[in-house]
């Protein structure tokens, strides 16, 4: 067969599966397993430091973790040696959006190499059909933080 056989065969086979009945799982039915699934969402992705940043939450229920992600901005070059390390500030705040209370911030200094990174910022609770905003900055002589913003809101 040749490769466009091959694709259509391919196409055809998704989309019986496609057009099949979706099986739903017990668990998912109940409303006690809802609340303990988590949901991972993420936002835009933001260039700082020379680098790629971007932004995602955790939920579980009501409670609402943000992690930023810290990666190289592109592929190095073939051949290319590989980036020296480079000493980051990173700044993660968390606030329920309307709640008049401050942001729970977290500055911490990272070492990033290669490999994409993540930083964890504090959990906090917050009522059902809150917004949760979280904001990541990184810093890295000379560059200024440029922060990226993600916010969920909790559906409960």
Known sequence: MNRLALLAVGVAGLTVVAA???AASPAAATPAAAADQTVTTCGNS?????????????????AVEFHGRVGLAGPPSPGSPTPAPKELFTTLSVEVVGAGTPPVTQDRPVVFTSTTLEVHGPAITAPCGATVRGTFGVASFPWSAR???????LTC
């Not at 933001?46 to 009501?62: F, K, S, W």
């Not at 922060?147 to 809101?153: I, L, S």
Request: aromatic letters at 0%.
């Open 46 to 62: 933001g260039l700082q430091a020379g680098l790629a940043t971007r932004l995602c939450a955790e939920v579980i229920g009501t």
């Open 147 to 153: 922060p990226v913003v993600h916010e969920v809101t």
């Open 20 to 22: 099949g009945p979706a």
